[in-house]
T-cell receptor, first 117, second 114 residues
Framework: DVKVTQSSRYLVKRTGEKVFLECVQD?????MFWYRQDPGLGLRLIYFSYDVKMKEKGDIPEGYSVSREKKERFSLILESASTNQTSMYLC????????????????FGSGTQLSVL | AQKVTQAQTEISVVEKEDVTLDCVYE???????LFWYKQPPSGELVFLIRRNSFDEQNEISGRYSWNFQKSTSSFNFTITASQVVDSAVYFC???????????FGTGTRLKVLA
C-alpha cells in the first residue's frame, strides 16, 4: 500500500516563525500536492509538484513556498507564519504522468494541524 | 468555472438507517472525473470511487452505492444499513482531464449513532 507520511500530526508555532511541513511518500509517485483544509471551505490547493524541482502554484499560494529536492519528499514552507495560516495541512500524491493527473485518485497523508499563536 | 456543492453540512442517523450524501457539480468540460473520499477522525482522506463523465452506470460496492446523473449534474452517495464506523467527513471532488486541479466540495460530516 502507498504510504504518505507527514512528519507531525500537531504543530504549534508563533507568529513570524519560519515553519517547515514535511511529507514523504514511499511509492515512487510522480506528483505531490499540498492542500489546506478549513471548516466550510473544503480542501484548497496550495502547491503541486509533478517532478523533482518542478512546481505549480495552486489556488492559494500566497505566504507559502515549496521544495522538492528528491522525488519522495515534498516540503511546504511558511516563510513567516501568521495566525490566518492556522489550519489543517494535507499532503497527497499520485502516480500518473502530468497529462493525466486529473484522471487519477490521490493518496493522502494524515494531515498536520498547525496552530499559529 | 468548476464548482462542487455539498449542501449537507452535517447528517446524523441511527445505526442501520440508510443515508444519502448529495453532490452537485458544475463544469463546462465534456471529459471530467468525479470522486468520493472519506475522512475518518484519523485525518487521512481515503479514496472511495472515481467515475468518468462517459460512464453513467451506477455502482455498488457492498453497503455503498453511487448514483451518477449527468442530466442533473449530480453524483450522490448512499450508504445502506449505516454503521458507527461510517462516521466520517465525506468529500466529493471534480477534476478535468489533463489538469492537476481537483475541486473539492466543502464536505458532509456523517454521524452514525449506536
Amino acid at each position: 500500500d502507498v504510504k504518505v507520511t507527514q512528519s507531525s500530526r500537531y504543530l504549534v508555532k508563533r507568529t513570524g516563525e519560519k515553519v517547515f511541513l514535511e511529507c514523504v511518500q514511499d511509492m515512487d509517485h510522480e506528483n505531490m500536492f499540498w492542500y489546506r483544509q478549513d471548516p466550510g471551505l473544503g480542501l484548497r490547493l496550495i502547491y503541486f509538484s509533478y517532478d523533482v524541482k518542478m512546481k505549480e502554484k495552486g489556488d492559494i499560494p500566497e505566504g507559502y513556498s515549496v521544495s522538492r529536492e528528491k522525488k519522495e519528499r515534498f516540503s511546504l514552507i511558511l516563510e513567516s507564519a501568521s495566525t490566518n495560516q492556522t489550519s489543517m495541512y494535507l499532503c497527497a500524491s499520485s502516480l500518473v504522468p502530468l497529462i493525466r493527473v486529473g484522471d487519477e485518485k490521490l493518496f493522502f497523508g494524515s494531515g498536520t494541524q498547525l496552530s499559529v499563536l | 468555472a468548476q464548482k462542487v456543492t455539498q449542501a449537507q453540512t452535517e447528517i446524523s442517523v441511527v445505526e442501520k438507517e440508510d443515508v444519502t450524501l448529495d453532490c452537485v457539480y458544475e463544469t463546462r468540460d465534456t471529459t471530467y472525473y468525479l470522486f468520493w473520499y472519506k475522512q475518518p477522525p484519523s485525518g487521512e482522506l481515503v479514496f472511495l470511487i472515481r467515475r468518468n463523465s462517459f460512464d453513467e452506470q451506477n455502482e455498488i460496492s457492498g453497503r455503498y452505492s453511487w448514483n451518477f446523473q449527468k442530466s442533473t449534474s449530480s453524483f450522490n452517495f448512499t450508504i445502506t444499513a449505516s454503521q458507527v464506523v461510517d462516521s466520517a467527513v465525506y468529500f466529493c471532488a471534480l477534476s478535468d482531464s489533463g489538469t492537476y486541479k481537483y475541486i473539492f466540495g466543502t464536505g458532509t460530516r456523517l454521524k452514525v449513532l449506536a
